[in-house]
């Protein structure tokens, strides 16, 4: 909650020493608010989400888990293997034109919401905020010496920050290696040191990052940030402090009849600087900093609802806007615009694209490959022999019987396994040895087929070429 | 300080899309080291990829910092020493 105006503080200058440049240490105020109940929503959405995730069975295994030793990965009743990257590619497209679309409509929705970032540095200022109290409490605190109690906050809250970052670096482990026996090897002391490692990586990396570099994130990391400002236009929607009703700013009492003397509505409380997570002054305009949080927004609502002026000093806005004073029914109208419509048209045909691709994928997939250390050889009753590499996936949620043939040459003969059973998303790999008499087919590189079929389900058949060498 | 982070942010974002592309299309079991195949377990074949890609890039982001000093800053520097 916003603390009384009385009480509003002088800028703080604490300079320390960041990790990028000398920077004055931002506090950020405690703010509630419409924009801040959002913030809220997604912080406990992702994180349920991402807590959540990795502990949730399906058909016997993890829902969600990326097994890098098998190189397989599941997604719910799908199984995808390396052969599969193209939807991973598709995603990330469909990830990236989302983004596109989100920051041309309404500017940095991402980073002000959704971003990680952003989510654990209000999970970590919840947690500080707890321990060493609201921002002038935090403030005195750093500025006085070690004290018993200053040591016992700091320790309660340092070790409140790692247990967390361990969690979550437990966590992103776990969707890596199945979580449930990563759980019984943490109690049984018998973690792989890789698996200890990356724990204490990515633990280390969310502490630093949301406990101790914040804004600096935002400001000198991401690269997001930096090229952002190129799919913003004057019809973008941005947290906009309106000059023209605010200025002249300047202190004056409720009630008072402060247009007379030629003041604007803005108070020059500075709380809206205080609340700021990045420490900018939203009244100097749009700058890079802004992440669009709209922390600001809320402040200045509460502050306007107290002077008794109108709320949405501070608000959504476009530079259009403000500049002709347009109301929503015109901003709303300038939303739909060229840029937004083809961003619109290319996203909707990626996803449909991808849609139809994961519904249509097929349930069974071989990978025949050459055996590269032997080209051809001759062998007993002088028939040639090719030697092959099997790889056979079932993608399906069932466990299925798989018969396998070859075709192409004349008397073609297969030496090996002709039926293979795999369980439920299931996979394996071996060897056949394809023979033919040496006068079938021509010399050199010939075309063979071989056929994989689920028996019991006839409609899943999968017909690899493959080459034969007749020396 | 902001040279070093400079050199070691940009490596780690790119090797860890290099690690994803590379390992996405290579099996870390038909890997060969020295003639040998790899014996190490798959985590710590990717685990020491992903290490030997940050190492890669953070050399190059290197030497494009020491390039990119201009002429003034490294006649000090000269001077200095």
């Excluded at chain 1, 509460?302 to 476009?318: A, C, D, F, N």
């Excluded at chain 1, 994928?361 to 009753?381: P, Q, T």
Aim: overall charge positive; hydrophobic content about 45%.
């Amino acid at each position: 909650m916003l603390t009384p105006l009385a009480v509003t503080s002088k800028p703080v200058t604490f300079v320390e020493q960041g990790l990028y440049e000398v920077h004055e240490k931002v506090y950020p105020r405690s703010v509630t608010g419409v924009y801040a109940t959002w913030r809220w929503l997604m912080v406990w959405l992702t994180q349920t989400l991402f807590y959540g995730l990795c502990w949730l069975p399906w058909n016997g295994r993890q829902a969600v888990l990326f097994d890098l030793t098998a190189r397989k990965f599941y997604i719910f009743g799908l199984a995808f293997w390396p052969q599969d990257i193209i939807y991973l590619a598709v995603l990330l497209i469909i990830s990236a034109y989302s983004l596109f679309l989100f920051t041309a409509v309404g500017g940095r929705l991402w980073c002000g919401y959704a971003c990680p970032q952003t989510v654990y540095t209000e999970i970590f200022l919840w947690i500080e905020r707890k321990i060493e109290g609201n921002r002038a409490a935090r403030i005195k605190l750093d500025a006085n010496a070690m004290s018993p109690r200053k040591l016992l906050l700091r320790v309660a809250k340092y070790s409140a920050w790692g247990l967390l970052a361990l969690w979550t670096g437990f966590t992103f482990v776990g969707y890596f290696t199945p979580i449930k026996m990563l759980w019984v090897s943490v109690w049984s002391f018998s973690l792989g040191p890789w698996e200890i490692f990356w724990i204490i990586f990515y633990g280390a990396f969310t502490y630093l990052f949301a406990g101790h570099l914040r804004e600096q994130v935002c400001k000198y990391m991401c690269p997001y940030a930096r090229f952002q400002g190129v799919m913003f236009d004057p019809d973008t929607l941005t947290i906009t402090y309106d000059a023209t009703r605010g200025e002249p700013r300047g202190s004056h009492k409720k009630g008072e009849a402060y247009k007379a003397q030629g003041k604007g509505d803005c108070v020059d409380c500075s709380i809206c600087v205080q609340v700021c997570p990045t420490g900018i002054d939203i009244r100097k305009g749009l700058q890079y900093e802004c992440i669009g949080c709209a922390a600001c927004i809320d402040a200045c609502d509460q502050v306007m609802e107290k002077m008794g002026t109108p709320k949405g000093l501070i608000r959504y806005s476009t530079e259009h806007a403000i500049a002709a004073q347009w109301g929503w029914k015109e901003i709303i109208r300038h939303i739909v615009r060229p840029r937004v419509l083809v961003y619109t048209a290319i996203l909707w045909t990626i996803i449909a694209a991808f849609i139809w691709g994961i519904a249509t994928k097929s349930a069974l997939r071989v990978d025949v490959i050459r055996d590269r250390a032997v080209l051809a050889r001759e062998v007993e009753g002088g028939l040639i022999e090719n030697v092959y590499r099997l790889h056979v996936m079932n993608a399906s949620e069932a466990a299925h019987r798989y018969a396998i043939t070859v075709s192409g040459l004349p008397e073609i003969n297969m030496i090996g396994e002709r039926i293979i059973e795999l369980p439920p998303a299931g996979d394996r790999t071996f060897m056949v040895q394809v023979r033919v008499p040496p006068d079938s087919g021509k010399r050199g590189s010939n075309v063979i087929y071989f056929e994989v079929k689920a028996m019991a389900d006839e409609t899943t058949v999968i017909r690899e070429k493959a080459a034969f060498i007749q020396p | 300080m902001q040279n070093i982070l400079s050199v070691l942010w940009p490596s780690f974002l790119v090797a860890g899309i290099a690690e994803g592309i590379f390992f996405t299309l290579i099996d870390p079991r038909e890997l060969y080291l020295f003639g040998e195949p790899v014996h190490f377990s798959s985590l710590a074949t990717y685990s020491i990829g992903f290490f030997c890609f940050w190492a890669i890039c953070a050399a190059s982001s290197m030497a494009t910092c020491y390039l990119l000093r201009t002429a003034q800053e490294f006649k000090g520097a000269d001077q200095e020493t």
